[in-house]
């Protein structure tokens, strides 16, 4: 157990440690003159680096008219080592020397990665690496058909890259301007290929091998086309169902909060306000990026669409959060207890104690941060800042999402450093968590029980 606990910690400190690394690399390199097109405080650039890495894309500055072509690559570069993670990137870099994985490293990917077996976790992670760029690849050239004709052959390859690689990455970080996609709020090419690869990573890597093997069975006539569901893992099968739940609820309330509200959809017809909600209702799950303005969203949507940011995508993705599985397995386990029952139960499986318990602290923590983080930036600011702006940026900092109700840059440093610290906190908090709680057992748990005792709730 000893021996587990501390590669656990190896890995956590690697991941730690790699992210804060690469954070203060891309820093520097944003802050050169090489990268800007007017000169940047430091400030600026560590931000931009910040959000970049933790893939969350609140900016202090305008990417598209900030950076040159070089200091664009630098971004691009960040979002992808933030997206695919400092171990998986490794990785890959040892691939491309053709360098043997050793033991202790492949020990290191399973935990990152939560494999339950070493047995093909190279093999994995090369699949993984192998399936981003595909995926990022359909989606360069789904954007293409819209950024080519508009912008030119090689600017828009480009930009097709770029936002394929942002969207998939959940990053939501743009180089078109000062408006996100707002441009192509009615553009059904941008809009449904934005959507495609935001569901495709957040809905985690280890849901994609899943539907894959089990699609390849139903091809080969293995199993009969009515197990297509039913013969998915657990975890596959809650990560779906609560993705769209989760989608569905978003769209339907987003679409019928802000029906008539001028300053968000209210001017687009029926067909349009309808695609605008389902990119508003998608965008949360971590994506960042946005086709009408935050700012204008009435209040209880600035709410809901924050608690969309907390949940964030599922385990195993690009996505932030809390994460969907942890949410649905809180969920359940509370309507077990509402209904008399004592075992978290779910398709005729049961969740075990120690995955709540898990689940629990996650939760607990990321909401902490959450607490922690508004309270901070209320005491740094001004009065005449909206509660409700701030607790929508501190959400889609510790969610890693992006979204902004225009507050970011007109913060003070200190709350833009706490959004750092949120930011970095929301990218690496529940990986850190699960490989620091998930199955560890006190010894001396081992050789005694305390006498139980109830206290008061409620």
Known sequence: MDRKKNIRWNTLRITAVGFLGVILIGGVLLYLPVSNTRPIAFMDALFTSVTSVCVTGLVTVTPATQFTVFGKMILLLLIQIGGLGVIACAALFFFLLRRRITLRERVALQEAYGAERLGGIVRLVRKIILGTLFVEGCGALLYALQFVPEYGLVKGIWYSVFHAVSAFCNAGIDILGENSL???AVNPIVNITTILLVILSGIGFTVWFDVIGNARKLIH?????KWWFTRLRLHSKLAVLTTLILITAGTVFVFAAEYGNPDTIGGMNFGEKLMASLFQSVTTRTAGFYTFSQDGLYGESKLFCAILMFIGGSPGGTAGGVKTTTFAMLFLSCLTFVRGGNDTECMGRQISVANFRTGFCVVMVAFTAFIAGTIAIL??????VP???VIYEAASAVGTVGLT????PDLCRTSQIILMVM????????LSLVLTFAGKTHPRDKVRRLPQEQIMVG
């Open 182 to 184: 707002a441009d192509y």
């Open 221 to 225: 006539q293995e199993v009969p086309g």
């Open 379 to 384: 005491a740094a600011e001004p009065d005449s």
């Open 387 to 389: 509660l409700v702006n």
């Open 405 to 408: 109700a225009d507050l970011t």
């Open 423 to 430: 930011m970095y906190i929301g990218r690496l908090g529940p």
